[in-house]
């Protein structure tokens, strides 16, 4: 009984023991710890994150208007083509026959030209030497009035005198009379040759009749030689050329095809080539034409990665009402990797920004608008903030001042006036 007394004493102290051991060695809980930066005053130079396609530099839509038929076709669609490749060839045969057709008429012509200005010229002669003529007729004719005049005049005073017979005087007054109307109708037939000068022009000034005739002529000789250059002109639109270094997207076209009205040939320019980055009207307003951009074609693999060019434009909203900008980044592609369709991301870079600099995880919505600084006495603090812009991995903020420590993570699980350790 004793024994069993001693032991159970011995175990209740033991036990008392054990258990003051236990609560002295209980240690108080330790604040959170979390990562911080100091906030410092700097440049960053940001940029968009924007998804986009690849589209063609151009697209070229090729058609006739001739209506020969298709002689040699030379391309097929996926062919890349140089500028000032053959793509097809139409028949030319009708065209030939027709400018040789036109040259023939204007030979023609220009024979009837030579004949019509020869014979004008002829008539323009023979008119200025029938007023010649006219005029001398007409001055013999007054010389034989003014003679036969005189004639009368001595007959009459030779009649008063009784020395000749009233028969001799009627015959001399008739003959006066006969040289007057010779007189007349020289005189009209001068007027005649003068008006046919007139009327056909003169050696000196060809602009009359006969010179219009020629002009006639010539003009008929000229409309041959046009018409046969028309045709000489189809003839060479029936050699359809590529327009652009690119690719065949599309031949409408076979031989002995008629061209018609549609469209025979797509070519699109793909080297150089547009990278299409859809953004919205926030995203836009800082670039500009000439910035930097790097475009990722996860299509490519790692040869998607490299491509960089420049921008090539801004386009206000692309439907009217809408919100959806876009930014053409023109790109070289001289290998032809680059395809249109192609779905792509683009980094556009945008000015730089020179401000107080944080970690860009530091906020703690994606409003960028509040971050957790930690003071001098280990206390969090919520601060309101603004965002100039960032780079992606930091940002520029107004709100706090150059050496402010802030919270590197907004999403760590402390709160408002909570104490931590910073590491």
């Known amino acids: 009984m004793l024994y069993r007394a ?3 004493a011995t175990c209740l102290a033991a036990a008392f023991l054990l258990d003051g051991c236990g609560k002295s060695a209980a240690k108080p809980p330790q604040p959170p710890t979390v990562s911080t930066a100091v906030a410092q005053s700097g440049t960053i130079y940001p940029n968009e994150l924007l998804p986009g396609l690849i589209a063609p530099f151009q697209n070229v839509a090729i058609s006739s208007t001739l209506v020969e038929p298709a002689l040699q076709v030379d391309v097929a669609e996926g062919d890349r083509v140089r500028r000032g490749e053959i793509l097809a060839v139409l028949d030319t045969t009708d065209l030939r026959a027709q400018m040789e057709a036109d040259i023939a008429q204007a030979k023609s012509d220009a024979a009837g030209a030579t004949h019509t200005s020869d014979q004008g010229l002829l008539t323009i002669q023979q008119s200025q030497q029938s007023v010649v003529n006219t005029q001398e007729a007409l001055t013999q004719a007054r010389q ?3 003679r036969d005049s005189l004639d009368l005049s001595r007959y009459q005073q030779l009649d008063a005198k009784g020395y000749i017979a009233q028969q001799q005087v009627a015959q001399q007054l008739a003959l006066v009379r006969n040289d007057r109307a010779a007189v007349n109708s020289a005189a009209a037939s001068v007027r005649s040759a003068q008006e046919q000068v007139v009327s056909n022009g003169t050696l000196q000034n060809p602009n009359g009749l006969q010179a219009s005739s020629v002009a006639q002529a010539v003009a008929l000789e000229k409309v041959a ?13 029936a050699t359809i050329y590529s327009p652009i270094d690119g690719v065949v997207v599309n031949r409408n076209l076979n031989v002995g095809e008629y061209p018609g009205t549609r469209q025979i040939f797509t070519l699109q320019q793909v080297d150089p080539i547009y990278a299409i980055l859809h953004a919205s009207g926030t995203q836009v307003a800082s670039v500009a034409v000439g910035t930097p951009a790097k475009i990722v074609a996860s299509d490519l693999g790692a040869l998607g990665r490299n491509q960089t060019g420049r921008v090539a434009g801004v386009l206000n909203e692309v439907n ?3 919100t ?6 023109l790109l070289r592609n001289p290998s032809g990797k680059l395809r249109p369709g192609m779905a792509i991301e ?3 870079a945008l000015p730089p920004l020179t401000g107080v600099k944080i970690p860009a995880t530091a906020f703690l919505d994606d409003n960028h608008d509040t971050i957790m600084t930690v003071g001098d006495d280990s206390t969090v603090k919520t601060v309101k903030v603004q965002e100039a812009g960032n780079d992606g991995t930091v940002a520029v903020v107004s709100g ?5 420590r802030v919270v590197s993570d907004g999403q ?4 408002d006036g909570e104490k931590v350790a910073v590491r």
């Open 225 to 237: 030689l046009a018409q046969a250059d028309q045709i000489r002109a189809s003839i060479v639109k």
């Open 324 to 329: 959806d900008f876009q930014i053409k980044v």
């Open 6 to 8: 001693l032991a159970a």
């Open 320 to 322: 009217p009402g809408s």
């Open 412 to 415: 760590t699980s402390v709160g």
């Open 346 to 348: 683009g980094n556009v």
């Open 400 to 404: 706090i001042a150059p050496g402010t």
């Open 144 to 146: 034989t009035l003014a």
